[in-house]
């Protein structure tokens, strides 16, 4: 282990020993190389005679780039093509804690600054490295984003039923951590999918308690939040915030990490940016910067730093007066769409063939088939109906974010038919 | 092991078994999820209702995007905010093999299509975990940039001297490789960081005939190539392709692995666009498909996908007519300081202080001090000469890339002066 890993990992141990306890091999040994060719670069910052960028300047130290790339960026060639931090950028995170303090009043606690990922998955990546050991548990409901398999492949998944009487399964929670004592690595997703629900109030409550209880029984907690569909919430008892609100100042065993970015809550999937955000109770500034050191290390690590560019679009954007009203209108299209399925769903006829799961937010509602098999379903729909629709065991995934509200009707009539033989 | 894993693995045993054989456990178990939601989100492809599709769509299926994001970015809204295939975008993956062709006219076999990576780091970390285990092996010179460090911490680096008699030392790679029979992974980086060093015509042929020499026993190699700084070649007797382009057709023992990118090829830092591609002398189109949906899988693992801008703007600067006219004139200003440097070190004073280490090519050149501490010197010159350099070891680095002509000498000067202290 390096000797930046054991300082920083000193400090966790004397600031924070429930957050040290909870880190992997891998997130011991993570840290950012502040000493070396990066702490020399910064220092060497304004001489006359700079010769320690690994970069290419023009005689009037302008980046050496092509134009038939910048030209074309909508931005000048510093914010395009030169090197991002691994920590992101410093004004985007800024702005972005901004946001979801904003978006999160219950958050009271402290947090670290949001380190930029490549992206979600990125984050979700370098936390499952950082929090989990190979072979190590991970609980969490047993309706996921399929691609959980390949991003915590070294992690042994233990899954709980996702739901109990219409609503979050607390009490599967519950027993998860009740048969799992010390280390506990727990993975939320609200809006959740494939199934499109979020955790109402009263489920928050539940959640807390029980993680609380555990913590109570001196089991040390980290709650990975995945909250990629943060803010399509579409009825009056979905809770509004992230569970990270409420767990980052529960218990002083309990870490929260908060895994968010532009990708749905900005319209852009492409773009690649996301967001690593640690809540703790009791977080000191030492430890949290040595957090967001160890993330940033595991960044350099994998993909060195986030697109420049991305990011100069995502600040411009946050910037921008009209971004809250463009929000609204496109939260406004989702919701008359989630508003048209329900609608569509109270059709009796449907009920003898199918029944909704529990769904309430995000982008997609998916429906059990009570007559026939989901693949099969799903093909009929295909080859007679010109009907796309995702079939996951028994279930069908139905992303209502990418069909028109005047077409619902027809959609879930299609299905109907298609389940009648 | 996934079923999918396990049917791409049984093409390999077939098809290419060295390659089968070099690969890790996570290379043996990546794949890409063809099956599932993919595949079945491609079927629907062009269905009157398509509800498989996880991002949100307008009324008129065009992507329901944010007006503040996509006005910003020289492109409509689907080159910008929609996502790019795990693989990357086919367009560039085919335009990058044309220039990897054109630009290395003896790579005679056959290779995979590029896979786009998230610039070269990430081509370098997907590489390391596919073909080495925990605690495998990778043989390098001992001079390396200083990320592989993080990028590879899995791995335990087996380094010899990079050079002997001014020249690579291939008799250092040879031992190295003696001393290791079996399972292989070297890695090299041309023009490396941090000396500026090409490998010759000469080394190239010591390279290959140490390699082919070990293939020729059995051992099983893979040789990953670091080609960040490709193109920038300064004098006569460097060989003026990747090493790839040989050692890709060189044995059936032998793997070639190309990394390279936008990164410095292409003056696009902050773009983070790189590029993974196999080359193997016994590779069939089977055996390329299984190496790309292995590496799409860990990219789909690690970040998903990759900027989708960064895509489109890499694609539309790759069909510029003008893109080889400025490419060059780049080269141009790089190489005029390059001989600057040679000639201000042909200053005789010098060297009784400092001697440059072989350098020829790049971004950099390194010296090594004869009398004073490089660490004493690097802060003497930034105090005294607002003069900033890297110090590593008994070295200081010299990024002339950065640095106009007109200064080369007093750069030099003052690192003289900070030498006589």
């Not at 972005?96 to 303090?101: A, E, Y």
């Not at 980290?222 to 008892?237: I, S």
């Not at 992230?242 to 773009?271: C, I, P, Q, R």
């Not at 995702?390 to 027809?410: V, Y």
Request: net charge neutral; with cysteine; aromatic share 10%.
């Amino acid at each position: 282990m390096s000797m930046q890993a054991k300082e920083a990992n000193s400090v966790l141990e004397k600031d924070c020993p429930s957050i040290y306890s909870l880190l992997s091999e891998a997130g011991r040994k993570a840290f950012f190389p502040k000493s070396g060719i990066l702490a020399q670069t910064a220092e060497a910052k304004g001489s006359r005679y700079n010769a320690t960028i690994g970069i290419a300047l023009d005689d009037s130290g302008d980046p050496l780039s092509l134009d038939c790339l910048v030209k074309n960026s909508g931005f000048d060639a510093k914010d395009t093509v030169l090197y991002s931090p691994s920590y992101g950028q410093k004004a985007l995170r800024k702005k972005w804690l901004d946001r979801i303090k904003e978006k999160n009043p219950s958050l009271g606690s402290k947090t670290t600054l949001p380190v930029v990922t490549n992206a979600i998955t990125h984050g979700l990546s370098i936390a499952g490295r950082m929090l989990v050991d190979d072979g190590g548990k991970m609980i969490l409901p047993d309706m996921f984003w399929g691609n959980y398999n390949l991003v915590f492949q070294h992690a042994e998944f233990d899954t709980f039923e996702a739901f109990s009487g219409g609503k979050f399964n607390v009490d599967g929670l519950r027993e998860k951590l009740g048969q799992n004592p010390g280390k506990q690595v727990i993975l939320l997703n609200f809006p959740n999918n494939p199934t499109g629900y979020s955790a109402t109030v009263d489920d928050v409550d539940g959640i807390l308690s029980a993680i609380e209880e555990s913590a109570e029984k001196g089991n040390k907690i980290a709650v990975l939040c995945d909250d990629a569909y943060f803010g399509l919430f579409f009825e009056d008892d979905v809770f509004k915030e992230s569970v990270f609100s409420k767990l980052a100042g529960l218990h002083e065993n309990v870490l929260a990490v908060k895994l968010d970015g532009l990708t749905k809550e900005m319209y852009a999937w492409g773009l690649r940016v996301g967001f690593m955000t640690f809540g703790y109770k009791g977080l000191t500034g030492p430890a949290a910067t040595v957090l967001e050191d160890k993330v940033s290390g595991m960044v350099r690590g994998s993909v060195s730093n986030v697109c420049t560019h991305s990011q100069s679009l995502a600040l411009k954007a946050l910037d921008d007066p009209a971004l809250p009203d463009q929000e609204k209108m496109n939260y406004g299209i989702l919701r008359s769409r989630y508003s048209e399925v329900r609608k569509v769903l109270s059709d009796r006829r449907y009920s003898e063939r199918f029944e909704p799961l529990p769904f309430n937010s995000g982008y997609f509602m998916c429906i059990r088939l009570k007559t026939a098999d989901a693949e099969s379903v799903r093909k009929k729909l295909l080859e007679d109906y010109s009907t796309g629709l995702i079939a996951t065991g028994d279930l069908l995934r139905i992303a209502f974010s990418s069909i028109s509200k005047d077409k619902l009707r027809d959609l879930f009539d299609n299905i109907f038919k298609a389940c009648n033989g």
